[in-house]
């Protein structure tokens, strides 16, 4: 049993909490309070083909140590996730790697769509959380570039009564701003070549294939005050379209290329400041449902290339829940809200079944980001100093405090 004594629920009360465990712990917890552990639907960690990068050891070390205790991982692994015989070998590796450590970490695996193997999908219902869409090239070379693959994945989706999740860039747009972009060619190039058209050009194909078909439709990475219009719309239309947002997009905007250069390269890109508030208003406004940290790790030697060859993506699945906390302790998100985000609208969309993790943090905590789990070694978010943070996390009846 481990039971916290005096630990306080999200509205200050007071309670002692005891959780079924095989261990036993009794800890005095009058300076924390008890959260559901974090649900991160959206990492990448890289196994099978990219484990340079990061892979089930450390990433699962990530996510304890930031109080989660769930992770939805991406299919752009090398080789894709795009058959059944691929998306069993790849449940092999994880389990196997996670078994070496010894982490309790739960997953779920997202199935990526393809056109060449659109027969793959039926069938594939039980074993995913979802199905993955490119809509834009990103790392790897899974892509949808077409609308009637894309068209078939949404009818074949809705049949099945599968997710698609949508990674909502238009390729044939970034193409066009690649053929005609005259400026320089440095690091916050990206946000112009990506510019938000780009985006809302794909974010509203897929509302639009979503009515058609009536098929679930998850938007990753919302970036952009655009494209929450578009989403508050669908969902003023009773349309089965949900939202996520990122720590990157809430946290950093383009004056980032400053100092972080090839760092701050992600897809979608960063925005100007303007987008940051609209995105916490359409959290707290329930137009954004969750937030995944889109970990998605690569080597210092990799990002620290000339613009053009630095791969984009960043990690930072550790610092997703200090971050929020943060915005909570300046004001900006109830602890309600923080919830509602990490774990409970998650539990809705994805219809996941009933377990008891969690995460117990110190909102008092001053403390800087100086190192990180992950095996790349660098996260964006070195240096910041954040205002709350997770002390202990429980995972499957099991108790972790320091993880190094
Ligand atoms: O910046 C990104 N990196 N965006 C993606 O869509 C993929 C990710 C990665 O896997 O590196
Ligand atoms: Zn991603």
């Known amino acids: ?105 739960r997953y779920n695996l997202f199935f990526g769509a393809d056109k060449h193997h659109l027969s793959e999908i039926p069938g594939i219902k039980e074993s995913v959380i979802g199905i993955k869409v490119f809509m834009g090239c990103s790392t790897g070379n899974l892509v949808i570039d077409d609308d009637e693959s894309l068209a078939a994945v949404f009818e074949m989706a809705a049949k099945e009564n599968l997710l698609v999740a949508v990674h909502a860039e238009d390729e044939h747009l970034i193409r066009e701003r690649k053929k005609n972009y005259k400026g320089p060619m440095h690091y916050a190039a990206h946000s112009h070549l990506r510019d938000i058209e780009v985006a809302t050009r794909a974010v509203e194909k897929a509302i639009n294939l979503s009515k058609k078909y009536g098929t679930r439709l998850y938007i990753l990475h919302v970036s952009s005050k655009d494209e929450v219009a578009l989403v508050k ?65 690569h080597t210092i030697s990799e990002k620290d290339q000339p613009y053009g060859q630095c791969p984009s993506g960043m990690p930072g699945i550790e610092f997703m829940l200090p971050l929020l906390l943060d915005a909570h302790a300046k004001g900006h998100l109830t602890l309600q809200q923080i919830v509602n985000l990490t774990s409970h609208n998650a539990k809705n969309i994805f219809n996941l079944p009933i377990y008891q993790d969690w995460v117990l943090v110190d909102l008092n905590k001053i403390s800087k980001v100086h190192t990180t789990h992950s095996k790349c070694g660098w996260t964006p978010y070195m240096g910041k100093e954040l205002t709350g943070w997770p002390v202990f996390t429980v995972s499957q009846g099991r108790l972790f405090k320091d993880l190094n």
């Open 233 to 297: 719309q669908a969902k003023a239309n009773q349309l089965p379209v949900y939202a996520e947002t990122t720590p990157h997009h809430l946290f950093f905007d383009t004056s980032a290329y400053d100092t972080l250069k090839g760092r701050a390269v992600v897809n979608p890109p960063l925005r100007d400041s303007e987008h940051r508030e609209v995105l916490l208003e359409a959290i707290r406004e329930g137009v954004i449902d969750t937030i995944g940290s889109d970990h998605a790790p």
């Open 1 to 105: 049993m481990i039971i916290f004594k005096k630990v306080k629920d999200i509205h200050g009360d007071s309670y002692d909490f005891s959780i079924e465990s095989e261990e036993n712990h009794a800890i005095q917890a009058d300076h924390l309070v008890a959260l559901p552990a974090v649900i991160d639907p959206h990492v990448h960690f890289r196994t099978p083909g990219l484990e340079h990068k990061e892979d089930w050891r450390t990433g699962a070390k990530a996510a304890l140590s930031g109080g989660c205790t769930m992770v939805f991982d991406m299919p752009n692994t090398l080789p894709p996730t795009f058959t059944h015989d691929l998306l069993r070998d790849k449940k092999a590796l994880i389990d196997s790697q996670l078994k070496e450590v010894n982490l309790p970490l």
